[in-house]
C-alpha cells in the first residue's frame, strides 16, 4: 500500500497526516458485507483530504 503524497494540491505543502474515521465503506448491492476501513491522507496546513484509499478493495466485491 503505497502511502506518498507528492504535493498538497490546494495548498501545496508536503506535511500530511493519515487517519481513519473508522467507518467501512461497504458496497451499494451487499448491504450486510463488512465492507472495508479507509484511511484519509489530509494536509496538515490546510485539512485538504488529498487522498481516500480503501483499506482491503477486494472486500467491496
Ligand atoms: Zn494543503
Redesign the pocket.
Known sequence: MSTTVEK?T????TSFVQASDFINLRPLDKKLSIGSERVYTV?L??G?VVSIKVINPEKLI
Open positions: 498538497c490546494d495548498c501545496g505543502s494536509c496546513d490546510c485538504e
